[in-house]
């Protein structure tokens, strides 16, 4: 009897368990794998976090990538939606510059500081590639798979699970609260408009906007 609860088991959860060991070794390798310099590194997380789990949502899953939010299909829910987490987004913030002086421990690099043009490349080409990748993988990739067995809550276990990973390589740290801020509202956005591309946009605005108060205190 205990076998065959199990089996069942096995059997129901079969696409999640398989889904989720490829992520883990997605996640292994794109920390692991050995990388020299700053192209390297992001090859190889791009590899690792987005063109490998494309191709088993292609080739093994047979999915279309749209299903896994990578697509405007929604373009109303996903605009109102985004918008929506952005301004949530900003009042986390609020609330962590008035309580625990974010601005004292988040750090934005200093050669955006006064180069408008390094400004721009920085929040527009850098972080856009950082949050496209994390998007992809765990409001799109994750997401999407936990969303068939857990619904609304799946958003808030993609969210565990960045916080874990992070846990996991140090990096839990101050310096990483807009991207713990846009794990959780961009995941609940792109539940919402069944798109992380949207979500994606609303957190460069937040981390642009972010940054600039930090470098108009800074100055």
């Not at 079969?14 to 590194?41: D, H, M, N, W, Y």
Request: one cysteine or more.
């Amino acid at each position: 009897m205990d076998m065959q609860k199990i089996f069942n088991f096995l059997h129901n959860w079969k696409r999640e368990i398989i889904t989720f060991l490829v992520a883990f070794a997605c996640l292994f390798l794109a920390i692991s794998f050995p990388a020299k310099g700053a192209l390297q590194l992001i090859s190889r997380i791009a590899f690792f976090l987005v063109l490998l789990p494309a191709l088993f949502i292609k080739l093994v899953l047979q999915k279309n990538l749209c299903d896994f939010g990578l697509n405007f299909s929604e373009r109303k829910k996903g605009i109102f939606g985004a918008s929506l987490m952005l301004l949530f987004s900003f009042f986390i913030a609020v609330i962590l510059f008035y309580f625990f002086n974010l601005e004292e421990k988040y750090v934005v690099p200093i050669f955006i500081i006064n180069h408008f043009w390094a400004f721009v490349f920085y929040e527009l080409i850098v972080i856009g590639i950082i949050l496209f990748v994390l998007s992809f993988f765990f409001h799109g990739f994750l997401q999407t798979t936990l969303e068939k067995k857990f619904g609304f809550w799946a958003p808030f276990f993609q969210f565990i699970l960045f916080i874990s990973f992070l846990f996991f390589i140090e990096k839990l740290t101050w310096q990483y609260t807009p991207l713990i801020i846009f794990s959780l509202t961009g995941g609940i956005a792109s539940y919402y408009s069944r798109s992380f591309l949207f979500s994606c946009f609303s957190g460069i605005v937040f981390i642009l906007f972010l940054d600039l108060y930090i470098i108009e205190l800074v100055r």
